[in-house]
């Protein structure tokens, strides 16, 4: 009796922390992601570029009472240099501007980071990309059609299309312990059930 109580309190914890599991991942995984637009995808050093988003996190990742995390808009890439930093609205949506610096003519990636420097981490559906074409000061462009966007975009996707691939990997796995311990509590309270033996009333 003490071992089928023992069982089935493991089972029960069980399938607690697969559900919990479960319904993290799963959130996580169905979270939005943060887009990024550009006023105009060329310009020349100097020009002014308005950035507009969507779907940034407004609460702190640390509690709802905490004001969220500022989002800032970076030049070349997550790492590059803050060209504007600022707090997403309680819609989720942002619009700031930036003035192209004087560099190379090419591509280059502009990135909406929203990070959270206590956790160390990114905020849902972060970090949001887009790329941008730098002229030639007489507004002439260096790259020849059919040519593709600068490497450190299609790099940056890919870590995020693989990131959000093993979080929905994860998601359903955690659900399929969910159902699996579901399976293990329900049997074995059946099977206890069906050991009680019958009351015979005496004749």
């Known amino acids: 009796m003490?071992?089928?109580s023992r069982r089935k309190a493991v089972g029960l914890s069980g399938l607690a922390a697969c559900f919990i599991v479960a319904l993290?991942?799963?959130?996580?995984?169905?979270?939005?992601?943060?887009t990024l637009n550009?006023?105009?995808?060329?310009?020349?050093?100097?020009?002014?570029?308005?950035?507009?988003?969507?779907?940034f996190l407004t609460v702190c990742v640390c509690g709802p009472q905490m004001p969220p995390t500022p989002v800032k808009i970076r030049w070349a890439g997550v790492q590059g240099k803050v060209m504007a930093e600022l707090m997403p609205e309680r819609s989720g949506a942002l619009s700031a501007a930036f003035v192209v610096p004087d560099v190379t003519p090419g591509y280059y990636v502009i990135a909406a980071t929203q990070h959270d420097d206590v956790f160390n981490l990114d905020t849902q559906g972060t970090p949001a990309l887009t790329s941008f074409e730098v002229l030639t000061p007489t507004g002439q462009s260096?790259?020849?059609?059919?040519?593709?966007?600068?490497?450190?975009?299609?790099?940056?996707?890919?870590t995020s299309s693989a990131f959000l691939a093993l979080t929905?990997?994860?998601g359903v796995?955690?659900?399929?312990?969910?159902?699996?311990?579901?399976?293990?509590v329900i049997r074995q309270m059946t099977g206890r059930r069906s050991r009680v033996p019958a009351v015979v009333s005496p004749d």
């Open 142 to 158: 260096v790259v020849g059609e059919g040519q593709v966007a600068a490497p450190a975009t299609q790099t940056d996707e890919t």
């Open 168 to 170: 929905v990997g994860l």
């Open 173 to 184: 796995l955690g659900l399929a312990l969910f159902v699996g311990g579901s399976a293990v």
């Open 38 to 55: 550009l006023s105009n995808n060329r310009g020349r050093p100097g020009d002014s570029i308005t950035v507009t988003g969507s779907s």
């Open 24 to 34: 993290g991942l799963t959130a996580y995984a169905c979270t939005n992601l943060a």
């Open 2 to 4: 003490r071992n089928m």
